[in-house]
């Protein structure tokens, strides 16, 4: 009896020990996680109250991931790649002749595009790109894009004939700006030497500081392509610079990339930090320093704005837009003036072919990738088909209601967790607070908003 109590407790020391080992490891791997990975050096002289934001009218559009025809519509490769992802691939060069044609009936000066210009980099849908956007310059719209993750290097740029994903040819970096001279790069103010970043001047007295965090360096052929984004020390000091420069030039900056900046939804970099620059609490502080209020982004398909405050640094509005090859397919409108800007988004999808169904088959089809996506996912923890399938169909609703914006909690559906068995609760416990963060709209409005560009 006595060896049956001294092994009883021997084991709960042990297990104790592990509980307590394995805690201590995760406050030493978060806070290890949360130290910046490069050097920066924040400013500290006095911003005005008021940044001195010059009036100007622009549209904002993000993720086209434009697909050419030419590279195959049918066949079981294609149908594969259209179900395992939720982009519209079909409708995106009509989407966006359909974005553009609406732009040109407004009164902007420029066009931002924040990145994943097309598919997977292939040639032949980046010089479609230029193309449709030149009807845009033609006009006196100047535009401006960056490169996304999809755009550069990509090892996925594929055709599809039947069963077969044939490779085709992908652009480098200086194929990239050289195909988007008329859009960035041909007039910039300044360029940095070690990636696409750059500098433009779209009005009197208004910086673009348009930054490329993208590591299309790292992709190779054969493997996965790089999502994530991170700048480099060098990048991080030309940054720097540029910031001084404007500073000392009395220009005002505002900001676009590809990756976030701010956590749209609580938890974000816990389930996706490759959507997230890396370091984005400290890229977005020494933005903020400066002056810089805006960034405009894209990457996570969902329309959603966001805001940072850094106490003495001030504060930053990441202004994410949705995907135009995703529903609900978003086009967003800003108009500068008197300290402010007025934000206001319209949708393309419900457009693009009237007096159809298609509006509700587009977000039909959204929602059924994000739940296969999800059940996928709950099927490798060992959950059950019947608790994958219930859970999945949570996530997707919330989901939906991101990438929509202006999420209502009280439109959050019941779930039931008695319906699941031991096992699907244990798991649905701890993958919560995705469907919880995601209805919980963080501050401020998202598809028409006003904000405030100058009090702390």
């Not at 086209?64 to 790649?81: I, P």
Request: charged share 25%; with cysteine; hydrophobic share 40%.
């Amino acid at each position: 009896m006595k060896k049956k109590l001294r092994f009883r407790s021997i084991a709960l020391i042990i297990v104790a020990v592990l509980i307590v080992a394995g805690v201590g490891y995760t406050a030493i791997s978060s806070y290890l996680d949360s130290r910046p990975k490069l050097q920066y050096t924040f400013n500290t002289a006095p911003v005005k109250d008021l940044v001195s934001y010059p009036d100007s009218k622009f549209a904002v559009i993000s993720d086209l991931h434009y697909y050419d025809d030419s590279l195959g519509t049918t066949g079981s490769a294609f149908e594969e790649v259209l179900g395992s992802d939720r982009k519209l691939l079909r409708e995106t060069a009509s989407l966006l002749s359909l974005a553009i044609d609406d732009i040109l009936t407004k009164d902007v000066e420029f066009v931002l595009i924040t990145g994943d210009l097309t598919k997977d980099g292939e040639l032949v849908n980046h010089t479609a790109v230029s193309w449709q956007l030149s009807r845009l310059t033609e006009k006196g719209i100047a535009v401006y894009v960056v490169p996304g993750n999809h755009d550069i290097n990509n090892p996925d740029a594929f055709k599809f004939e039947g069963d077969k994903s044939i490779s085709v040819a992908s652009v480098s970096r200086g194929e990239f700006a050289e195909i988007y001279k008329d859009y960035g790069y041909g007039d910039a103010l300044y360029k940095d030497p070690s990636s696409l970043s750059y500098v433009a001047e779209p009005v009197e007295g208004l910086w673009l500081l348009a930054i490329d965090a993208t590591r299309s360096n790292e992709n190779k052929p054969g493997e996965e392509p790089v999502v994530g984004g991170k700048l480099t020390q060098a990048q991080e000091k030309w940054i720097e610079d540029v910031l001084g420069k404007a500073q000392a030039s009395g220009k005002t900056v505002v900001c676009m990339m590809h990756h976030g900046v701010v956590e749209h939804w609580k938890g974000q970099g816990k389930l996706h930090p490759d959507y997230l620059v890396e370091d984005y609490p400290y890229v977005g502080k020494l933005l903020a320093s400066y002056g810089v209020r805006l960034v405009f982004t894209g990457h996570y398909h969902a329309q959603d704005i966001a805001r940072a405050d850094y106490g003495d640094s001030g504060f930053i509005y990441d202004v994410e837009t949705g995907s135009l090859a995703t529903a609900p397919c978003p086009v967003r409108y800003c108009a500068i003036s008197k300290g402010t800007v007025e934000i206001v988004s319209t949708d393309m999808v419900a457009r693009l072919k009237p007096g159809t169904d298609f509006t509700a088959e587009a977000a039909a089809f959204v929602r059924k990738t994000i739940m296969t996506e999800a059940v996928s996912v709950l099927r490798g923890y060992r959950v059950s088909e019947a608790d994958s399938s219930y859970i999945a169909d949570y996530v997707a609703s919330a989901f939906m209601a991101h990438y929509n914006g202006d999420e209502k909690t009280e439109a959050m559906p019941a779930f039931d967790s008695g319906k699941l068995s031991l096992w699907g609760k244990i798991i649905y416990s701890q993958e919560r607070y995705v469907i919880e963060g995601l209805w919980h709209d963080l501050s401020p409005a998202d598809n028409t908003v006003t904000l405030s560009l100058g009090a702390r």
